[in-house]
């Protein structure tokens, strides 16, 4: 239950969409009570109903007012049973989707390390992928990998298959761009909560990303929020192997029926008309890659 004001668009955007199996949802708290306050007495004290304070609301107890001061000085996140602080963020003044988003990351500090000692990638040895490798994926049809342990590829029903659109000309940003804008409208309805964006946003969102198309799609795609991809190609420290490219930042769903091998105009006609699913991961940050192991 969240109040009026609450940010739903932010939070879709920055918290877990599953939580222990369960589906998250914010539910606006617009309910009235059912009796005014009153002062109630019994065993022969007396208190006022409307005074008390609900156990674990900041105010109840010295303890608790020093603990929300503290978070307020030090923000905290907490994704699932990994809780921890805000290290470092990439993208310094970010608005409401997609304004203000360079990078899309985050970096957390664990509370414990014990919490992350045993986290380990799927792929021993995966580097970062470089930037001359990075931008030769946007020039031609490239295979791109997910990377996911194998309890998650079994759970998922096999692995799934993904590869990058073609998308290094300022015309193809523009189709791709036009695209994304033309599915938000329509997504949209009668909200006016996109009339201050136009191509030009979305456009400027696809000339810093890696776009990529899955099959089978991601069940649902907005729970795949982070996902690291990974593709072979010339990694940072100069060898050849297996580097990450980003990680899963946004989508363009599509109600029409895809065609994973379709490509060339047929797939740019698509585009254009935002009857195209794909996702869309940024460059990882330069700073990233140079002081940090994944």
Not at 58 to 83: E, I, V
Not at 119 to 139: C, E, F, K, M, T
Not at 268 to 293: D, N, S, T, W
Request: include cysteine.
């Amino acid at each position: 239950m969240v109040p009026e004001d609450f940010d739903t668009t932010w939070a879709s955007s920055h918290l877990p969409h599953k939580y222990g199996g369960l589906k998250v949802c914010y539910i606006e708290q617009i309910l009235e009570p059912t009796m005014l306050p009153t002062r109630t007495e019994t065993t022969g004290r007396t208190f006022d109903r409307s005074s008390l304070v609900p156990l674990g609301t900041p105010g109840s107890s010295p303890a608790a007012r020093s603990s929300a001061q503290s978070l307020t000085n030090r923000p905290s996140l907490k994704l699932n049973d990994f809780c921890g602080t805000i290290h470092q963020s990439f993208d310094q003044e970010v608005g409401i989707y997609p304004n203000g988003f360079n990078h899309d990351i985050t970096l957390i500090k664990p509370a414990h390390r014990t919490l992350v000692k045993d986290v380990a990638s799927p792929i021993s040895g995966i580097g970062w992928l470089n930037h001359d490798s990075w931008i030769s994926l946007r020039q031609q049809t490239t295979t791109i990998k997910i990377l996911a342990d194998a309890e998650s590829s079994e759970s998922a029903g096999g692995s799934q298959a993904a590869k990058s659109i073609k998308c290094s000309r300022p015309s193809d940003i523009l189709v791709v761009g036009e695209g994304i804008f033309l599915n938000q409208k329509a997504a949209a309805g009668n909200s006016k909560s996109l009339k201050h964006h136009d191509a030009a946003t979305w456009e400027d969102l696809v000339s810093r990303a890696i776009l990529y198309r899955v099959y089978p799609d991601f069940d649902p795609p907005n729970g795949h929020s982070g996902t690291a991809l990974y593709a072979d190609g010339t990694r940072t420290d100069g060898t050849e192997g297996p580097g990450v490219v980003g990680f899963q930042s946004f989508v363009q769903r599509s109600g029409h029926v895809q065609n994973f091998e379709m490509e060339g105009d047929a797939l740019e006609r698509r585009l254009r008309a935002g009857r195209v699913a794909f996702y869309g991961a940024f460059e990882v940050p330069a700073e990233l890659k140079k002081y940090h192991i994944y």
